[in-house]
């Protein structure tokens, strides 16, 4: 019994590791804890003292200002919670459209740099380290100011066919409006999938078991031009264009590209494909050399090695820093409040921002949603990483 005390006592003294490391976890928990509510009684005493009211109720009242750019139907009227929306659709349309430009752009670079032609890898080295050490705001401001804006006026515009116009506005291009055709295509797209689907399958089945390649795209494409054909002749288009027009001093119709976008665009896309292409090429390189000779010993071309080999493989290597990079599209395309592109930060955490009074509010909304689009992006690609991790049986 005085052994089993004495093991109880030991185990429970702060002598043991284990007992200090709770301990000492315990008490910063609970300085956290004491630091949060002071804060906030604090927040809400000066609050009060200043007869700043707090809430969330301004998301229903009228916003009174027009807003260029909104993939959603807006009016000045609409209230503060619709500009949130509207700010959202801007932010998540910049930076889905930086995402994709700066990953394909930076992945051909990536190659380019470990090319065997000289002037090739000679020219994407330039581009890589001209264009990743410039500051991302330089950048946005050269193609805002420097070209975009010097562009002819709506009068003198450059066009395509009278189709698409380019000027100091902006790019204008035609619109598709959804016709009473929209449901009889979506029903032959959806009829093709699943045929092509279940082609695949039994062509695959077939190669196992004979040997023999038959390709599935052939009866893929007939399938989709004759259905959606049939479609169009029997419950007619299924969409029509408006195209811009040139009335009095600017385009009217079709849709348009503001400037703002196209130079935001243009810079984030740019500057973080330097660093995406630095990462496809430290991938590659990763990949043990042996696996190039492997391939080359069964005759495999220099292009079906890439794609089915070493690509594959560098892949593991390269979507944790690659993760980072779009999170930092994402974060990087606050800066559009710099050339007044209206996104979350220039909408919200400005405009309404000021309008409103409501700082604790409109800045937290703002934070929360860029933590949330952080978030979802790190999920998303951890789930993808896990998906090609190796696992070792």
């Not at 009211?53 to 200002?65: K, Y």
């Not at 993939?71 to 801007?90: A, H, K, P, Q, S």
């Not at 975009?148 to 709506?154: E, K, V, Y």
């Not at 029509?240 to 665009?265: K, S």
């Amino acid at each position: 019994m005085s052994h089993r005390r004495l093991a109880l006592k030991g185990a429970f003294s702060f002598s043991n590791p284990a007992v200090r490391a709770w301990l000492f976890q315990i008490l910063a928990v609970l300085a956290v804890l004491a630091v949060a509510i002071y804060l906030f009684h604090n927040t809400v005493t000066n609050l009060s003292t200043r007869g700043i009211t707090s809430g969330f109720a301004f998301l229903d009242r009228s916003a009174g200002f027009g807003i260029v750019q909104h993939l959603i139907d807006y009016t000045e009227g609409d209230t503060y919670g619709r500009v949130f929306l509207v700010g959202l659709m801007n932010t998540l349309l910049v930076s889905g459209l930086c995402i994709v430009f700066a990953s394909l752009l930076g992945f051909f670079l990536g190659l380019a740099r470990l090319s065997d032609n000289w002037l090739l890898r000679k020219l994407s080295t330039f581009y890589i380290e001209t264009f990743r050490n410039i500051p991302p705001l330089l950048q946005i401001f050269f193609w805002y100011f420097a070209v975009l804006r010097n562009l002819p006026g709506p009068r003198q515009a450059v066009d395509a066919f009278d189709l698409a116009f380019l000027s100091n506005r902006g790019l204008y291009i035609p619109s598709p409006q959804i016709a009473e055709g929209m449901l009889a295509l979506l029903a032959a797209l959806a009829c093709v999938v699943i045929v092509s689907v279940a082609l695949f399958r039994y062509n695959r089945m077939h190669q196992i078991k004979t040997g023999q390649l038959r390709r599935t795209w052939p009866v893929t494409l007939i399938l989709l031009v004759i259905l959606s054909g049939l479609a169009h002749v029997i419950f007619g288009p299924a969409m029509h264009w408006d195209v811009p027009q040139l009335r009095g001093f600017n385009f009217r119709g079709g849709m348009v590209l503001i400037p703002e976008l196209a130079a935001l665009t243009l810079a984030l896309s740019i500057y973080t494909s330097a660093f995406i292409a630095e990462i496809i090429r430290a991938g590659i390189q990763a990949v043990p050399h042996g696996q190039h000779e492997a391939a080359r010993s069964l005759g495999l071309p220099n292009p079906v090695t890439l794609r089915q080999v070493i690509i594959p493989q560098a892949m593991r290597v390269i979507i944790p820093p690659l993760t980072s990079q779009y999170l930092n599209i994402v974060k990087n395309s606050s800066l559009a409040a710099a050339i007044g592109y209206p996104d979350m930060v220039s909408l919200f955490a400005g405009t309404v921002l000021n309008q409103t009074g409501q700082a604790i509010e409109t800045i937290a909304i703002t934070m929360s949603v860029y933590l949330i689009i952080s978030l979802t992006i790190s999920l998303l690609m951890n789930i993808y990483n896990r998906r090609i991790a190796l696992v070792e049986r």
